[in-house]
């Protein structure tokens, strides 16, 4: 959010700047300004989208090597790791939620909002 106000802040601040030209008339700089943040602003979209696209993936597999053996002893005919694989879900299910509460940031929104209030 912060950087967002500081991005719309320098924007404005560049509308306003008045550039001279080579044959005395004056250019706003507002189109120009414009168009490079505009080209800047949809690298930056892109290069996030597939960071978040590569974390989402990554996130994906290390909940799936949590859960596969505890599904794997689900299927077991062994009736000592089927009641293991129902006391391991319990488990797996809060720490695939604290895993995606850590990776939306809603995490870090809880903790923020008891440490500052």
Same mark, same amino acid.
């Given at each position: 959010? =912060? @950087? /967002?106000?500081?991005?719309? $802040?320098?924007?404005?601040?560049?509308? #306003?700047?008045?550039i001279?030209?080579?044959?005395?008339?004056?250019? /706003?700089?507002?189109?120009?300004?414009?168009?490079? %943040?505009? %080209?800047? #602003? %949809?690298?930056?979209n !892109?290069?996030?989208?597939?960071?978040?696209?590569?974390?989402? !993936? $990554?996130?994906?597999?290390?909940?799936?090597?949590?859960?596969?053996?505890?599904?794997?002893?689900?299927?077991? &005919?062994?009736?000592? &790791? @089927?009641?293991d694989? @129902?006391? &391991?879900? =319990?488990?797996?299910?809060? !720490? %695939?939620?604290?895993?995606?509460?850590?990776?939306?940031?809603?995490?870090?929104?809880v903790?923020?909002?008891i $440490?500052?209030?």
């Open positions: 959010m =912060k @950087k /967002n106000a500081i991005l719309i $802040v320098a924007l404005l601040a560049m509308l #306003s700047v008045q001279p030209m080579a044959h005395g008339q004056l250019m /706003n700089s507002s189109i120009t300004a414009l168009a490079a %943040t505009n %080209t800047n #602003s %949809t690298q930056i !892109g290069i996030v989208d597939r960071a978040f696209g590569i974390v989402a !993936g $990554v996130a994906g597999l290390i909940i799936a090597i949590l859960w596969v053996p505890i599904a794997i002893g689900y299927f077991s &005919r062994d009736l000592d &790791r @089927k009641a694989a @129902k006391e &391991r879900t =319990k488990d797996a299910l809060i !720490g %695939t939620i604290i895993f995606i509460m850590a990776i939306s940031g809603v995490l870090y929104a903790i923020h909002y $440490v500052v209030g």
